[in-house]
Every structure is written in C-alpha cells, then in structure tokens.
C-alpha cells in the first residue's frame, strides 16, 4: 500500500528556515513525482514545488523560488523541502503527493500524506 508521511512543521519566526520531509513507503520503483502543495486558513490549496524521483528535476512558482528548496535521499525514498527566509504568507498547512507521469507541475497527483502545519509569526 503507498502511504505518505510528512514530517517537521512548527512554528517560526519570520525570516526563519524550516525542513519538511516526505516519507513515501510502498513504491516498488522510482518512477514518481513528488509534489508539495500547501493551503492557508480561508484560501484554495495551491501547488507549488514538486520534483521527479528518478531524475530530480525540480519545479517552483515564483512566489518560493529562491526561498524553497528540493531535494531526495535515493536511499530511504524521503524528499526534503528547505524552507527559507519563511514570511508570515507562508503559514498553511503543507502536504504532500505522489504521482505520475512529469512533468511534475503537471502530473495527476493520486496519493496524499496527511499534511503538516507550518505558522510563521513573531
């Protein structure tokens, strides 16, 4: 069974750094995409970081890129989420999904983790 497992929100102050990680467990191969997704409080959910397991490549929207970072450990089937320079816009709940085919900014995302809490705030 493909499960989901995110990891390591909390609470920060403004300006501060954060990891996030996804736990993928079941998959029998490393052909999947992993795509982050968050939604604040009143607001529609909204993709906006993803990255291909087998080749890494990596996809950000404009209002993370420079500040968010991808990256995977091939060994464990885990994906890494650096969070920096955290503003107070960014607190939501952030979740992960595995899907494919890529590109992953468009893959049909069929399994979810739970979602962890992230709240930037002095």
């Known amino acids: 069974q493909l499960q989901l497992v995110e990891s390591g929100g909390g609470l920060v102050q403004p300006g501060g750094s954060l990891r996030l990680s996804c736990e993928a467990s079941g998959f029998t191969s490393d052909n999947y995409a992993i795509g982050w997704f968050r939604q604040a409080p009143g607001k529609e959910r909204e993709g906006f970081a993803c990255?291909?397991?087998?080749?890494?490549?990596?996809w950000y929207t404009d209002p993370v890129k420079g500040r968010f970072a991808l990256s995977r450990d091939n060994a464990k089937h885990v994906v890494h989420l650096q969070l920096n320079s955290l503003k107070p816009e960014d607190t939501a709940v952030y979740s992960c999904?595995?899907?494919?085919?890529?590109?992953?900014?468009?893959?049909?995302?069929?399994?979810w983790g739970q979602g962890t809490q992230v709240t930037v705030s002095s």
């Open positions: 999904a595995a899907g494919w085919p890529p590109p992953c900014e468009r893959t049909p995302y069929s399994y």
């Open positions: 990255i291909v397991y087998n080749d890494g490549t990596t």
